[in-house]
């Protein structure tokens, strides 16, 4: 897939424990921030957003978490399922362009 | 779930010639946008499309680019004259509204320039 060869981080979970991937974003003018799974041979796909006036949103199994004094964002996984297996990303926006900035990634592997 | 399709899914081409990679976003969305991702290199913007103009572009996004929504339902990227370096996969992305609105991205097509 596109993401060999990128140098990610690699976090590595038993299935059933939680999975916590974190993410340092760069612009103090970022106000709306997403977190996407991208699977091999696949686009990335939407698993949650968070707008810069909240510190936490949840969603099924899913929590993000956002520290805007430090520039840090978090994805807590519950429960993580080996259909979790995959490569996630943050991605932020400043409220005055389209643009949506991409971090690095994450790999994520569950093992049994 | 209504998802963001794109066509073909490989497209290999010698470099000079012209391709057309092509998406139909979801129908009720009304922003547009083009994505590519280098081997090994992260996600990067190149263009959004609203109301039939660019709205934005990257500096990738270069007079060999251009972008088209010919009817209701397609929206195309046009790559006038490839290079090498043009080769990476392509996504397509849809937003129902601007601003704190996610993006729905398509699979890609992945373009091999030879």
């Known amino acids: 897939g596109e993401n060999v060869g990128l140098h990610l981080p690699t976090l590595s979970v038993q299935e059933g424990d939680n999975s916590i991937i974190n993410c340092a974003y760069s612009n103090s003018a970022s106000d709306y921030f997403i977190w996407y799974k991208q699977e091999s041979g696949k686009g990335p796909q939407f698993i949650i957003d968070i707008r810069s006036n909240m510190d936490k949103r949840q969603g099924q199994r899913v929590t993000v978490l956002l520290n805007k004094t430090v520039k840090h964002l978090s994805l807590q996984i519950a429960a993580t399922q080996p259909g979790d297996s995959a490569v996630y990303f943050c991605a932020e926006k400043a409220y005055n362009t389209d643009k949506l900035i991409f971090g690095t990634g994450t790999r994520l592997q569950v093992f049994p | 779930e209504p998802e963001v399709t794109q066509t073909p899914s490989h497209q290999v081409t010698q470099m000079g010639q012209e391709v057309i990679l092509r998406c139909v976003p979801i129908?009720?969305?009304?922003?547009f946008y083009w994505y590519r991702q280098i081997l090994g290199q992260k996600v990067e913007f190149l263009v959004s499309?609203?109301?039939?103009?660019?709205?934005?572009k990257s500096e990738i996004f270069d007079d060999q680019f251009s972008v088209e929504r010919p009817d209701g339902s397609n929206f195309t990227l046009k790559i006038r004259s490839t290079k090498l370096e043009d080769s990476a996969m392509y996504f397509c992305?849809?937003?129902?509204?601007?601003?704190?609105?996610?993006?729905?991205f398509g699979n890609g097509t992945r373009l091999t320039v030879t």
């Open positions: 499309f609203y109301n039939n103009e660019i709205s934005e």
């Open positions: 992305a849809s937003s129902v509204g601007y601003g704190n609105s996610p993006l729905h």
């Open positions: 129908s009720n969305h009304l922003y």
